[in-house]
């Protein structure tokens, strides 16, 4: 029966919403696969190639072609050529003729090729003789010059054929090996063709591409749709992150997360406080949404505090550009230092502090399930009007299973066109069947083509604090032993 839900729940893609942008989009993140798929192409061609080639030299000569008696006429001598151009290749590769040749050089057979071309507007005739040996078409060709006469005499009657160029030993191959022609045209091919499947696999993804379609796939509320906001360079090349206070930030950015922290504070539940964000896999976006929130809700005049709970990766602190001087999350969680003597003010907006953390430690989920992290949330819930909880991807391990049942709210953090609707599915299971209520989800580093009918600015993202490339989480994976997708089964 599990199976067959799934298979109902990978629902072709609408070509109504289908937005040419978003395979393109996946075709360039990875520029650096087809890059080596068109590089092995482009080596296993030439390396072909030099395999297999086998140069071939051509020794030629020119006859003049004439009819017996002086008395004929340029014009009998151009026919005659002409008829002769389409006879002669087969009186040359005749028994007789390439017995002569075999005589001549002084072997037991002749392989070669032997072809004749009348020069057009002339009564000029080539004869082209093509060996894998230089020696052996050179001395063919002086063989064929030396022995047909008679056969010619016998065959054609009354024309003549003069020497008019003697042949030459060739000093170089006839057919070039294009070992680097046909590397290119095999490393485009085969980038061609990788952009194409690249393409193909994007458009049959079962993923979220827009808030229809995340509002379908995982029933949950979609609190707002976040555009792509590229990272802006200060004037010493330095990016910025991207933050409302920011004045590189776009106003469209800012207002949309000012949306987004109305409607935050529209379905929160009565006395709740502690509002966790998170996303199922890596480099959804998660921690500037949350660092924003926080920002957002501080400029109301609201005592604000954001912790940063992603203790396997914290990235608060970077995305903030601050230094922790004082004590960190790991040591308020482990009693070493408390909270007030922790805590440090933002120095961009008054009502907003801070609980960073830089440190990464592999037993967060014993820290997170500790005591140490209620008494926190009781704490801080006491002092703050909101307190913002950047905790870790549900796929790196069970740290956000623990926060959803210790915070008041949950936020699920989606990127576009990421994370598989499966374990998107997941997720909003666990968070839904937490203690704290799942207030939704946030569509993130949304993109979209001009033909889709949007504009075409945008507000969104940048990404660079994650943990790197999705698809990368090892044993905590979302399919791992303490996945997303493992505790949804446990759950049902």
């Known amino acids: 029966m599990a199976d067959k839900t799934e298979i109902q729940n990978q629902e072709p893609i609408s070509l109504l919403s289908f937005d040419p942008i978003i395979p393109v989009l996946d075709v360039l993140r990875r520029w650096?696969?087809?890059?080596?798929?068109?590089?092995?192409?482009?080596?296993?061609?030439?390396?072909?190639?030099?395999?297999?080639?086998?140069?071939?030299?051509?020794?030629?000569?020119?006859?003049?072609?004439?009819?017996?008696?002086?008395?004929?006429?340029?014009?009998?001598?151009?026919?005659?050529?002409?008829?002769?151009?389409?006879?002669?290749?087969?009186?040359?590769?005749?028994?007789?003729?390439?017995?002569?040749?075999?005589?001549?050089?002084?072997?037991?057979?002749?392989?070669?090729?032997?072809?004749?071309?009348?020069?057009?507007?002339?009564?000029?005739?080539?004869?082209?003789?093509?060996?894998?040996?230089?020696?052996?078409?050179?001395?063919?060709?002086?063989?064929?010059?030396?022995?047909?006469?008679?056969?010619?005499?016998?065959?054609?009657?009354?024309?003549?054929?003069?020497?008019?160029?003697q042949p030459s030993v060739p000093s170089a191959p006839s057919n070039p090996m294009r070992a680097g022609s046909n590397a290119k045209r095999a490393a485009i091919f085969a980038g061609a063709a990788s952009c194409a499947l690249l393409a193909l696999l994007s458009c049959m993804r079962d993923a979220v591409r827009s808030t229809e379609e995340a509002s379908r796939k995982l029933d949950c509320r979609v609190l707002g749709e976040v555009r792509h906001e590229r990272k802006r360079r200060t004037l010493h090349r330095k990016r910025t992150s991207i933050l409302i206070t920011n004045p590189l930030t776009s106003f469209s950015y800012t207002e949309t997360i000012r949306t987004l922290r109305r409607k935050l504070e529209q379905h929160l539940p009565d006395g709740a406080k502690t509002v966790m964000v998170t996303s199922a896999l890596e480099n959804e976006g998660k921690s500037t949404i949350a660092v924003n929130l926080a920002l957002s809700l501080a400029q109301k005049q609201l005592r604000v505090l954001l912790i940063d709970c992603d203790l396997r990766k914290p990235a608060?602190?970077?995305?903030?550009?601050?230094?922790?001087?004082?004590?960190?999350?790991?040591?308020?969680?482990?009693?070493?230092?408390?909270?007030?003597?922790?805590?440090?003010?933002?120095?961009?907006?008054?009502?907003?502090?801070?609980?960073?953390?830089?440190?990464?430690?592999?037993?967060?989920?014993?820290?997170?399930?500790?005591?140490?992290?209620?008494?926190?949330?009781?704490?801080?819930?006491?002092?703050?009007?909101?307190?913002?909880?950047?905790?870790?991807?549900?796929?790196?391990?069970?740290?956000?299973?623990?926060?959803?049942?210790?915070?008041?709210?949950?936020?699920?953090?989606?990127?576009?066109?990421?994370?598989?609707?499966?374990?998107?599915?997941?997720?909003?299971?666990?968070?839904?069947?937490?203690?704290?209520?799942?207030?939704?989800?946030?569509?993130?580093?949304?993109?979209?083509?001009?033909?889709?009918?949007?504009?075409?600015?945008g507000y969104g993202y940048g990404y660079g604090y994650g943990y790197g490339h999705y698809g990368h989480y090892g044993h905590y994976g979302t399919y791992g032993k303490y996945g997303a997708y493992a505790s949804a089964q446990k759950r049902r």
């Open 32 to 165: 650096y696969l087809i890059a080596a798929i068109a590089l092995i192409a482009a080596l296993a061609a030439y390396a072909g190639t030099e395999a297999l080639y086998q140069p071939q030299y051509t020794a030629s000569t020119t006859f003049v072609v004439s009819m017996q008696g002086s008395s004929s006429s340029v014009y009998q001598n151009l026919t005659a050529t002409t008829n002769l151009a389409a006879t002669f290749s087969e009186v040359l590769n005749s028994s007789f003729l390439r017995k002569s040749v075999v005589q001549a050089l002084g072997a037991d057979s002749f392989n070669g090729r032997i072809e004749a071309s009348a020069i057009e507007e002339t009564n000029l005739l080539t004869v082209r003789v093509t060996d894998s040996s230089p020696r052996t078409a050179f001395l063919a060709t002086r063989a064929i010059i030396d022995n047909h006469a008679e056969l010619t005499r016998q065959i054609m009657g009354d024309v003549i054929l003069e020497v008019l160029q």
């Open 316 to 457: 608060c602190y970077k995305i903030l550009e601050q230094t922790v001087s004082k004590g960190g999350t790991i040591d308020v969680l482990r009693g070493t230092a408390s909270l007030a003597d922790s805590v440090q003010a933002y120095p961009e907006v008054k009502n907003l502090e801070l609980l960073l953390e830089t440190r990464a430690v592999r037993n967060s989920s014993k820290l997170v399930s500790a005591d140490g992290m209620a008494r926190l949330f009781s704490e801080a819930k006491a002092a703050y009007d909101y307190v913002i909880l950047d905790t870790p991807p549900m796929s790196a391990g069970p740290d956000s299973e623990s926060l959803a049942d210790l915070a008041d709210a949950s936020l699920l953090v989606v990127r576009q066109n990421q994370a598989g609707a499966a374990a998107l599915r997941a997720a909003v299971d666990i968070l839904q069947s937490a203690d704290g209520q799942m207030l939704g989800c946030i569509l993130n580093d949304s993109r979209s083509s001009s033909l889709s009918g949007e504009d075409s600015y």
